[in-house]
Nanobody, 118 residues
């Protein structure tokens, strides 16, 4: 059974940092691109960042470029999102998701809440 479990969310002040973690199990983690997607209150899903199966190629949305860094450790079956210089508009539920290879996402975690507020 494929499982993705996010952790690391919380309440942080503007300008602060958080690192999200996504633990993967039930599949060959190193075979898949992985994504972070977020959903702000009252809004739709927004793609944040993705990483190739080897961890050497990454892409990020313009809204987070230069502030967020996606990475993975295939020896630990874990995906990360380092978030720096957080802004109130980064407040959202953050999900990790597995890609089928064509940017479609077939498995999602339960999400972790990130709240940026003073």
């Amino acid at each position: 059974e494929v499982q993705l479990v996010e952790s690391g969310g919380g309440l942080v002040q503007p300008g602060g940092s958080l690192r999200l973690t996504c633990g993967a199990s039930g599949f060959a983690f190193s075979n898949n691109w992985m994504y972070w997607v977020r959903q702000a209150p009252g809004k739709g899903l927004e793609w944040v960042s993705c990483v190739d199966n080897g961890g050497s190629v990454t892409y990020s949305a313009e809204s987070v470029k230069g502030r967020f860094t996606i990475s993975r450790d295939n020896t630990k079956n874990t995906l990360y999102l380092q978030m720096n210089s957080l802004k109130p508009e980064d407040t959202a539920v953050y999900y990790c998701a597995r890609s089928l290879g064509d940017a479609s996402l077939d498995y999602w975690g339960q999400g972790t809440q990130v709240t940026v507020s003073s």
